[in-house]
Protein backbone atom coordinates (compact mmCIF):
# COMPACT_ATOMS: atom_id res chain seq x y z
CA UNK A 1 0.00 0.00 0.00
CA UNK A 2 1.00 3.64 -0.79
CA UNK A 3 1.32 5.53 1.99
CA UNK A 4 1.56 8.59 0.84
CA UNK A 5 -0.82 8.28 -2.08
CA UNK A 6 -3.54 10.99 -2.03
CA UNK A 7 -7.20 9.93 -0.37
CA UNK A 8 -10.93 11.01 -0.42
CA UNK A 9 -11.77 12.50 3.28
CA UNK A 10 -14.44 9.97 3.54
CA UNK A 11 -17.35 8.48 1.72
CA UNK A 12 -19.01 11.51 0.76
CA UNK A 13 -16.13 12.20 -1.16
CA UNK A 14 -16.04 9.14 -2.70
CA UNK A 15 -19.61 9.32 -3.97
CA UNK A 16 -19.33 12.84 -4.92
CA UNK A 17 -16.43 12.68 -7.24
CA UNK A 18 -17.09 9.29 -8.20
CA UNK A 19 -21.36 10.35 -9.25
CA UNK A 20 -19.30 13.79 -10.85
CA UNK A 21 -17.08 11.55 -13.14
CA UNK A 22 -20.49 10.04 -14.10
CA UNK A 23 -22.99 12.71 -14.65
CA UNK A 24 -21.33 14.24 -17.91
CA UNK A 25 -22.70 14.84 -21.38
CA UNK A 26 -23.69 11.81 -21.74
CA UNK A 27 -26.42 12.07 -19.19
CA UNK A 28 -27.69 15.19 -19.97
CA UNK A 29 -27.37 15.38 -24.00
CA UNK A 30 -27.30 12.20 -25.45
CA UNK A 31 -29.69 10.02 -22.90
CA UNK A 32 -32.52 12.01 -23.84
CA UNK A 33 -32.55 11.77 -27.66
CA UNK A 34 -31.00 7.71 -27.73
CA UNK A 35 -34.55 7.13 -24.73
CA UNK A 36 -36.79 9.52 -27.95
CA UNK A 37 -34.79 7.69 -30.80
CA UNK A 38 -35.73 3.73 -29.24
CA UNK A 39 -38.72 3.71 -27.28
CA UNK A 40 -39.05 6.31 -24.60
CA UNK A 41 -40.43 4.68 -21.77
CA UNK A 42 -39.25 0.96 -22.99
CA UNK A 43 -35.61 2.40 -23.61
CA UNK A 44 -35.36 3.90 -19.47
CA UNK A 45 -37.00 0.54 -18.59
CA UNK A 46 -34.05 -1.59 -20.29
CA UNK A 47 -31.56 1.17 -19.18
CA UNK A 48 -32.55 1.09 -15.83
CA UNK A 49 -32.21 -2.41 -15.78
CA UNK A 50 -29.38 -2.85 -17.24
CA UNK A 51 -27.39 0.13 -14.48
CA UNK A 52 -29.00 -2.29 -12.16
CA UNK A 53 -27.01 -5.61 -13.25
CA UNK A 54 -24.22 -4.65 -15.23
CA UNK A 55 -23.26 -1.14 -14.45
CA UNK A 56 -23.24 -2.58 -10.68
CA UNK A 57 -20.88 -5.43 -11.56
CA UNK A 58 -18.55 -3.28 -13.13
CA UNK A 59 -18.47 -0.01 -10.81
CA UNK A 60 -17.95 -2.72 -7.92
CA UNK A 61 -15.57 -4.33 -9.62
CA UNK A 62 -13.27 -1.25 -10.77
CA UNK A 63 -13.79 0.47 -7.53
CA UNK A 64 -12.62 -2.52 -5.87
CA UNK A 65 -9.34 -3.23 -8.03
CA UNK A 66 -8.40 0.04 -7.49
CA UNK A 67 -8.65 0.28 -3.74
CA UNK A 68 -7.34 -3.55 -3.33
CA UNK A 69 -3.76 -2.41 -5.64
CA UNK A 70 -3.94 1.73 -4.51
CA UNK A 71 -2.64 2.07 -7.87
CA UNK A 72 -3.91 3.34 -11.17
CA UNK A 73 -5.27 0.59 -14.30
CA UNK A 74 -1.81 0.06 -15.26
CA UNK A 75 -0.74 -0.85 -11.85
CA UNK A 76 -3.35 -1.92 -11.27
CA UNK A 77 -3.07 -4.67 -13.86
CA UNK A 78 0.20 -5.80 -13.74
CA UNK A 79 -0.14 -6.15 -9.67
CA UNK A 80 -1.56 -9.59 -10.73
CA UNK A 81 0.99 -10.58 -13.12
CA UNK A 82 2.50 -9.60 -16.65
CA UNK A 83 1.22 -11.57 -18.97
CA UNK A 84 0.49 -9.78 -22.32
CA UNK A 85 -3.65 -9.45 -21.82
CA UNK A 86 -3.17 -8.15 -18.70
CA UNK A 87 -0.39 -5.58 -19.36
CA UNK A 88 -2.80 -4.37 -23.03
CA UNK A 89 -6.17 -4.32 -20.39
CA UNK A 90 -4.09 -1.96 -17.79
CA UNK A 91 -2.67 0.25 -20.59
CA UNK A 92 -6.41 0.45 -22.53
CA UNK A 93 -8.00 1.39 -19.53
CA UNK A 94 -5.21 4.26 -19.29
CA UNK A 95 -5.46 6.09 -22.69
CA UNK A 96 -8.57 5.92 -22.77
CA UNK A 97 -9.56 8.72 -20.66
CA UNK A 98 -6.42 10.28 -21.84
CA UNK A 99 -7.98 10.25 -25.29
CA UNK A 100 -11.35 11.11 -24.43
CA UNK A 101 -10.67 14.00 -22.29
CA UNK A 102 -9.50 16.36 -25.63
CA UNK A 103 -12.44 16.21 -27.47
CA UNK A 104 -14.40 16.65 -24.50
CA UNK A 105 -13.30 19.43 -23.44
CA UNK A 106 -14.18 21.10 -27.04
CA UNK A 107 -17.65 20.19 -26.67
CA UNK A 108 -16.67 21.68 -23.27
CA UNK A 109 -15.90 24.35 -24.59
CA UNK A 110 -19.39 24.52 -26.87
CA UNK A 111 -21.25 24.66 -23.64
CA UNK A 112 -19.39 27.65 -22.32
CA UNK A 113 -20.13 29.80 -24.99
CA UNK A 114 -23.17 29.41 -25.27
CA UNK A 115 -23.76 29.86 -21.32
CA UNK A 116 -21.90 32.99 -22.11
CA UNK A 117 -24.33 34.38 -25.08
CA UNK A 118 -27.33 33.12 -23.22
CA UNK A 119 -25.75 35.63 -20.45
CA UNK A 120 -25.40 38.72 -22.76
CA UNK A 121 -29.11 38.16 -24.09
CA UNK A 122 -28.56 36.35 -27.41
CA UNK A 123 -30.83 34.07 -27.00
CA UNK A 124 -32.68 34.78 -30.34
CA UNK A 125 -29.28 34.45 -31.80
CA UNK A 126 -28.53 31.61 -30.56
CA UNK A 127 -31.70 30.18 -31.94
CA UNK A 128 -31.32 31.06 -35.69
CA UNK A 129 -30.89 28.45 -38.68
CA UNK A 130 -27.31 27.97 -39.17
CA UNK A 131 -25.94 29.46 -35.85
CA UNK A 132 -24.08 26.76 -34.44
CA UNK A 133 -22.43 25.32 -37.43
CA UNK A 134 -21.17 28.80 -38.06
CA UNK A 135 -19.91 29.09 -34.68
CA UNK A 136 -18.22 25.16 -34.87
CA UNK A 137 -16.55 25.83 -38.11
CA UNK A 138 -14.94 29.32 -36.84
CA UNK A 139 -11.43 28.20 -36.00
CA UNK A 140 -10.26 30.80 -33.75
CA UNK A 141 -13.86 31.23 -31.48
CA UNK A 142 -14.11 27.23 -31.05
CA UNK A 143 -10.33 27.04 -29.64
CA UNK A 144 -10.95 29.84 -27.45
CA UNK A 145 -13.58 28.23 -25.78
CA UNK A 146 -11.94 24.93 -25.81
CA UNK A 147 -9.21 26.13 -24.24
CA UNK A 148 -11.09 28.29 -21.39
CA UNK A 149 -12.76 25.10 -20.61
CA UNK A 150 -9.18 22.97 -20.28
CA UNK A 151 -7.46 25.73 -17.92
CA UNK A 152 -10.50 25.66 -15.86
CA UNK A 153 -9.91 21.88 -15.61
CA UNK A 154 -6.26 21.63 -15.05
CA UNK A 155 -7.01 24.20 -12.18
CA UNK A 156 -8.49 22.11 -10.22
CA UNK A 157 -6.76 18.89 -10.95
CA UNK A 158 -3.44 20.87 -9.99
CA UNK A 159 -5.18 21.50 -6.59
CA UNK A 160 -5.20 17.98 -6.01
CA UNK A 161 -7.38 15.43 -4.75
CA UNK A 162 -9.11 16.47 -1.73
CA UNK A 163 -8.22 20.38 -1.87
CA UNK A 164 -9.29 20.22 -6.12
CA UNK A 165 -11.49 17.34 -7.10
CA UNK A 166 -13.50 16.57 -4.03
CA UNK A 167 -14.11 20.18 -2.80
CA UNK A 168 -15.44 21.08 -6.38
CA UNK A 169 -17.68 17.96 -6.56
CA UNK A 170 -19.07 18.93 -3.05
CA UNK A 171 -19.79 22.30 -4.18
CA UNK A 172 -21.52 21.14 -7.96
CA UNK A 173 -23.03 17.90 -7.67
CA UNK A 174 -25.82 19.75 -4.83
CA UNK A 175 -26.16 22.41 -6.87
CA UNK A 176 -26.23 20.14 -10.21
CA UNK A 177 -29.32 18.40 -8.83
CA UNK A 178 -30.89 21.36 -7.70
CA UNK A 179 -30.65 22.67 -11.60
CA UNK A 180 -31.87 19.45 -13.04
CA UNK A 181 -34.94 19.61 -10.57
CA UNK A 182 -36.18 23.40 -11.40
CA UNK A 183 -35.37 22.92 -15.04
CA UNK A 184 -37.36 19.60 -15.38
CA UNK A 185 -40.59 20.76 -13.34
CA UNK A 186 -40.40 24.37 -15.61
CA UNK A 187 -40.11 22.01 -18.49
CA UNK A 188 -42.75 19.14 -17.67
CA UNK A 189 -45.19 22.28 -17.04
CA UNK A 190 -45.37 24.20 -20.48
CA UNK A 191 -48.18 23.29 -22.18
CA UNK A 192 -48.44 20.44 -24.45
CA UNK A 193 -45.08 18.81 -22.12
CA UNK A 194 -47.92 16.06 -20.48
CA UNK A 195 -47.47 13.44 -23.86
CA UNK A 196 -43.97 13.85 -23.62
CA UNK A 197 -43.78 12.60 -20.26
CA UNK A 198 -45.84 10.20 -21.22
CA UNK A 199 -43.66 8.94 -23.82
CA UNK A 200 -40.76 9.12 -21.70
CA UNK A 201 -42.16 7.23 -18.51
CA UNK A 202 -44.61 4.86 -19.94
CA UNK A 203 -42.85 1.81 -21.34
CA UNK A 204 -44.61 1.04 -24.73
CA UNK A 205 -43.53 -2.62 -25.59
CA UNK A 206 -44.66 -2.45 -29.00
CA UNK A 207 -41.35 0.01 -29.55
CA UNK A 208 -39.10 -2.74 -28.31
CA UNK A 209 -36.25 -4.27 -30.46
CA UNK A 210 -33.17 -5.34 -30.46
CA UNK A 211 -31.68 -1.88 -31.03
CA UNK A 212 -33.27 -0.73 -27.57
CA UNK A 213 -31.23 -2.99 -25.61
CA UNK A 214 -27.83 -2.58 -27.45
CA UNK A 215 -28.43 1.28 -27.70
CA UNK A 216 -29.10 1.45 -23.97
CA UNK A 217 -25.65 -0.92 -23.00
CA UNK A 218 -24.04 1.74 -24.97
CA UNK A 219 -25.24 4.49 -23.02
CA UNK A 220 -24.97 2.95 -19.46
CA UNK A 221 -21.57 2.35 -20.56
CA UNK A 222 -20.57 5.68 -21.37
CA UNK A 223 -22.83 7.08 -18.71
CA UNK A 224 -20.95 5.27 -15.60
CA UNK A 225 -17.51 5.96 -16.56
CA UNK A 226 -16.71 2.27 -17.18
CA UNK A 227 -13.65 1.38 -18.55
CA UNK A 228 -11.97 4.52 -18.26
CA UNK A 229 -9.61 3.66 -15.69
CA UNK A 230 -11.78 6.44 -13.32
CA UNK A 231 -13.29 4.23 -11.14
CA UNK A 232 -9.88 2.81 -10.58
CA UNK A 233 -7.84 5.49 -10.14
CA UNK A 234 -10.80 6.40 -7.70
CA UNK A 235 -11.01 3.49 -5.32
CA UNK A 236 -7.15 3.45 -5.04
CA UNK A 237 -7.97 7.34 -3.22
CA UNK A 238 -10.85 5.45 -0.88
CA UNK A 239 -9.59 4.80 2.28
CA UNK A 240 -10.09 1.27 3.70
CA UNK A 241 -13.17 1.99 5.85
CA UNK A 242 -15.50 2.76 3.18
CA UNK A 243 -17.97 0.33 2.36
CA UNK A 244 -17.80 0.30 -1.16
CA UNK A 245 -21.01 -1.84 -2.17
CA UNK A 246 -23.13 1.03 -0.07
CA UNK A 247 -21.17 3.63 -1.98
CA UNK A 248 -21.12 2.52 -5.49
CA UNK A 249 -24.82 2.00 -5.10
CA UNK A 250 -25.42 5.58 -3.92
CA UNK A 251 -23.09 6.79 -7.20
CA UNK A 252 -25.85 4.34 -9.40
CA UNK A 253 -28.71 6.29 -7.58
CA UNK A 254 -27.26 9.59 -8.94
CA UNK A 255 -25.86 8.98 -12.21
CA UNK A 256 -29.46 7.40 -12.85
CA UNK A 257 -31.58 9.93 -11.21
CA UNK A 258 -29.73 12.57 -13.10
CA UNK A 259 -30.41 11.15 -16.44
CA UNK A 260 -33.66 10.84 -15.78
CA UNK A 261 -33.76 14.55 -14.69
CA UNK A 262 -32.21 14.90 -18.15
CA UNK A 263 -34.81 13.10 -20.10
CA UNK A 264 -37.61 15.50 -17.81
CA UNK A 265 -36.05 18.29 -19.06
CA UNK A 266 -35.53 18.25 -22.90
CA UNK A 267 -38.21 15.59 -23.84
CA UNK A 268 -41.42 17.17 -23.14
CA UNK A 269 -39.91 20.45 -23.56
CA UNK A 270 -38.97 19.32 -26.97
CA UNK A 271 -42.73 17.64 -27.30
CA UNK A 272 -44.23 21.06 -26.21
CA UNK A 273 -42.22 22.90 -29.27
CA UNK A 274 -42.85 20.37 -32.03
CA UNK A 275 -46.48 19.53 -31.06
CA UNK A 276 -45.84 16.21 -30.15
CA UNK A 277 -43.35 15.41 -33.07
CA UNK A 278 -41.04 12.56 -31.85
CA UNK A 279 -38.55 13.07 -34.22
CA UNK A 280 -38.06 15.98 -33.78
CA UNK A 281 -35.48 14.49 -30.92
CA UNK A 282 -33.62 12.68 -33.18
CA UNK A 283 -31.66 15.33 -33.49
CA UNK A 284 -28.47 13.54 -32.13
CA UNK A 285 -25.25 15.69 -31.02
CA UNK A 286 -27.24 18.99 -32.66
CA UNK A 287 -30.19 18.70 -30.68
CA UNK A 288 -28.25 20.60 -27.28
CA UNK A 289 -26.94 23.13 -29.79
CA UNK A 290 -30.09 23.48 -32.31
CA UNK A 291 -33.10 22.08 -30.90
CA UNK A 292 -33.23 23.60 -27.54
CA UNK A 293 -32.20 27.40 -28.52
CA UNK A 294 -35.01 26.89 -30.27
CA UNK A 295 -37.30 25.97 -28.18
CA UNK A 296 -35.95 28.11 -25.35
CA UNK A 297 -36.59 30.86 -27.42
CA UNK A 298 -40.31 29.87 -27.86
CA UNK A 299 -40.66 30.10 -24.02
CA UNK A 300 -41.59 32.66 -21.53
CA UNK A 301 -38.21 33.19 -19.61
CA UNK A 302 -35.99 31.54 -22.30
CA UNK A 303 -33.26 33.40 -21.41
CA UNK A 304 -33.19 32.42 -17.67
CA UNK A 305 -34.30 28.94 -19.06
CA UNK A 306 -31.23 28.92 -20.92
CA UNK A 307 -28.53 30.21 -18.65
CA UNK A 308 -30.06 27.87 -15.79
CA UNK A 309 -29.87 24.97 -18.28
CA UNK A 310 -26.14 25.77 -19.90
CA UNK A 311 -25.00 26.16 -16.68
CA UNK A 312 -26.35 23.14 -14.84
CA UNK A 313 -24.48 21.36 -18.37
CA UNK A 314 -21.59 23.30 -17.79
CA UNK A 315 -21.25 22.11 -13.94
CA UNK A 316 -22.17 18.33 -15.46
CA UNK A 317 -19.51 18.29 -18.42
CA UNK A 318 -16.59 19.84 -15.92
CA UNK A 319 -16.96 17.26 -13.06
CA UNK A 320 -16.32 14.64 -15.78
CA UNK A 321 -13.85 16.30 -17.49
CA UNK A 322 -12.30 16.43 -14.20
CA UNK A 323 -12.35 12.61 -13.08
CA UNK A 324 -10.69 11.62 -17.30
CA UNK A 325 -7.97 14.19 -16.16
CA UNK A 326 -7.37 13.06 -12.80
CA UNK A 327 -7.35 9.12 -14.57
CA UNK A 328 -4.64 10.53 -16.46
CA UNK A 329 -2.39 12.21 -14.33
CA UNK A 330 -2.90 9.21 -11.83
CA UNK A 331 -1.48 7.36 -13.90
CA UNK A 332 1.52 9.72 -15.59
CA UNK A 333 2.17 10.00 -12.05
CA UNK A 334 2.32 5.71 -11.05
CA UNK A 335 4.14 5.05 -13.91
CA UNK A 336 6.43 7.96 -14.69
CA UNK A 337 7.00 8.71 -10.83
CA UNK A 338 6.56 12.01 -11.50
CA UNK A 339 4.77 14.54 -9.14
CA UNK A 340 1.24 16.03 -9.69
CA UNK A 341 2.93 19.14 -11.03
CA UNK A 342 4.43 17.58 -13.92
CA UNK A 343 1.68 15.12 -14.49
CA UNK A 344 -0.45 17.76 -14.67
CA UNK A 345 1.51 20.16 -17.29
CA UNK A 346 1.91 16.77 -19.75
CA UNK A 347 -1.58 16.31 -19.45
CA UNK A 348 -2.14 20.06 -20.51
CA UNK A 349 0.06 19.55 -23.63
CA UNK A 350 -1.55 16.02 -24.49
CA UNK A 351 -5.51 18.01 -24.13
CA UNK A 352 -4.17 21.18 -26.02
CA UNK A 353 -2.52 19.30 -28.76
CA UNK A 354 -5.66 16.54 -29.05
CA UNK A 355 -8.09 19.00 -28.73
CA UNK A 356 -6.77 21.40 -30.99
CA UNK A 357 -7.61 18.55 -33.77
CA UNK A 358 -10.67 18.35 -32.74
CA UNK A 359 -11.78 21.93 -32.21
CA UNK A 360 -10.41 22.64 -36.04
CA UNK A 361 -12.15 19.50 -37.45
CA UNK A 362 -14.98 21.04 -38.42
CA UNK A 363 -13.36 24.14 -39.65
CA UNK A 364 -9.90 25.06 -41.27
CA UNK A 365 -9.08 20.83 -40.73
CA UNK A 366 -12.10 19.94 -42.13
CA UNK A 367 -10.84 18.67 -45.35
CA UNK A 368 -8.44 16.02 -43.20
CA UNK A 369 -10.86 12.87 -42.25
CA UNK A 370 -10.08 9.57 -40.81
CA UNK A 371 -12.17 6.20 -42.04
CA UNK A 372 -14.40 9.17 -43.45
CA UNK A 373 -14.58 10.73 -39.80
CA UNK A 374 -13.83 14.43 -38.34
CA UNK A 375 -11.17 14.55 -35.73
CA UNK A 376 -13.70 14.53 -32.64
CA UNK A 377 -15.78 11.89 -34.25
CA UNK A 378 -13.12 9.49 -34.58
CA UNK A 379 -11.61 9.65 -31.35
CA UNK A 380 -15.59 9.37 -29.65
CA UNK A 381 -15.69 6.39 -31.68
CA UNK A 382 -12.27 4.90 -31.29
CA UNK A 383 -12.81 5.22 -27.48
CA UNK A 384 -16.24 4.55 -26.97
CA UNK A 385 -17.02 2.01 -29.24
CA UNK A 386 -13.30 0.21 -29.69
CA UNK A 387 -11.28 0.31 -26.45
CA UNK A 388 -13.87 0.69 -23.86
CA UNK A 389 -15.29 -2.43 -24.74
CA UNK A 390 -12.07 -4.42 -24.92
CA UNK A 391 -11.04 -2.94 -21.57
CA UNK A 392 -14.31 -3.61 -19.67
CA UNK A 393 -13.40 -7.37 -20.83
CA UNK A 394 -10.15 -7.98 -19.75
CA UNK A 395 -11.64 -6.14 -16.70
CA UNK A 396 -13.61 -9.39 -16.10
CA UNK A 397 -11.05 -11.77 -17.09
CA UNK A 398 -8.97 -10.17 -14.65
CA UNK A 399 -11.51 -10.55 -11.65
CA UNK A 400 -12.57 -13.85 -12.58
CA UNK A 401 -9.83 -15.73 -13.74
CA UNK A 402 -6.85 -14.03 -11.99
CA UNK A 403 -8.23 -12.52 -8.80
CA UNK A 404 -10.85 -14.65 -8.22
CA UNK A 405 -14.59 -13.43 -6.99
CA UNK A 406 -13.66 -14.52 -3.28
CA UNK A 407 -10.89 -12.57 -3.07
CA UNK A 408 -12.77 -9.81 -4.54
CA UNK A 409 -16.05 -10.45 -1.85
CA UNK A 410 -12.99 -10.23 0.72
CA UNK A 411 -12.07 -6.46 -0.65
CA UNK A 412 -15.53 -5.58 -1.05
CA UNK A 413 -16.40 -6.41 2.62
CA UNK A 414 -13.14 -5.25 4.31
CA UNK A 415 -14.99 -3.35 6.83
CA UNK A 416 -16.93 -6.58 8.27
CA UNK A 417 -20.35 -5.33 5.77
CA UNK A 418 -22.21 -8.38 4.19
CA UNK A 419 -22.42 -8.00 0.28
CA UNK A 420 -25.65 -8.06 -0.43
CA UNK A 421 -25.88 -8.64 -4.11
CA UNK A 422 -23.15 -10.76 -4.40
CA UNK A 423 -25.18 -13.24 -6.26
CA UNK A 424 -25.76 -10.60 -9.20
CA UNK A 425 -22.35 -9.47 -8.98
CA UNK A 426 -20.66 -13.14 -9.39
CA UNK A 427 -23.16 -14.03 -12.04
CA UNK A 428 -22.71 -10.51 -13.88
CA UNK A 429 -19.17 -10.42 -13.79
CA UNK A 430 -18.70 -14.42 -15.05
CA UNK A 431 -21.28 -14.38 -17.66
CA UNK A 432 -23.12 -11.91 -19.05
CA UNK A 433 -20.65 -8.22 -18.44
CA UNK A 434 -18.53 -10.22 -21.17
CA UNK A 435 -20.93 -11.21 -23.31
CA UNK A 436 -22.73 -7.55 -23.25
CA UNK A 437 -19.40 -5.87 -24.09
CA UNK A 438 -18.67 -8.55 -26.76
CA UNK A 439 -22.13 -7.23 -28.46
CA UNK A 440 -21.47 -3.64 -27.55
CA UNK A 441 -18.40 -4.12 -29.91
CA UNK A 442 -19.14 -5.92 -32.43
CA UNK A 443 -22.72 -3.99 -33.22
CA UNK A 444 -20.74 -0.33 -32.93
CA UNK A 445 -18.21 -1.86 -35.61
CA UNK A 446 -20.60 -3.05 -37.78
CA UNK A 447 -22.91 0.22 -37.72
CA UNK A 448 -19.53 1.96 -38.73
CA UNK A 449 -19.04 -0.19 -41.89
CA UNK A 450 -23.06 0.38 -42.36
CA UNK A 451 -23.95 -3.26 -42.19
CA UNK A 452 -26.21 -2.43 -39.24
CA UNK A 453 -27.99 1.02 -38.80
CA UNK A 454 -28.02 1.73 -35.31
Same mark, same amino acid.
Given at each position: ?299 ? /??? #??? &????? @??? %??? $? =?? *? +? ?41 ? /??? #??? &????? @??? %??? $? =?? *? +? ?58 ? $? ?8
Amino acid at each position: MDKNRSKFSGKIGFVLSAAGSAVGLGNIWRFPYLAAKYGGGIFLLVYLVLVLTFGYAMIIAETALGRMTQKSPVSAFQRFGNRVWMKIGGWINAIVPILIVPYYSVIGGWVCKYLFEYIRGSEMTLAQDGYFGGFISNGGSVEFWFLVFTFVTLAIIYMGVENGIERVSRLMMPVLVVLAVVIAVYSVTRPGAIEGVKYFLIPDFSRFSLMTVVSAMGQMFYSLSIAMGILVTFGSYMKKDVHIEEATTNVEFFDTIIAVLAGLMIIPAVFAFSNGDASTLNAGPSLMFITLPKVFSSMG /LGT #IAG &ILFFL @LVL %FAA $L =TS *S +IALSESAVSTFEDELGWSRKKSTILMAVIMVVLGTLSSLGYGP /LSF #ITI &IGMPF @LDF %FDF $L =TN *S +IMMPIAAFLTCMLVVYVIGLDKMKQEICLDGATFKREKIFNFMMRYLCPFFVIVILISSV $LNVLGIISM
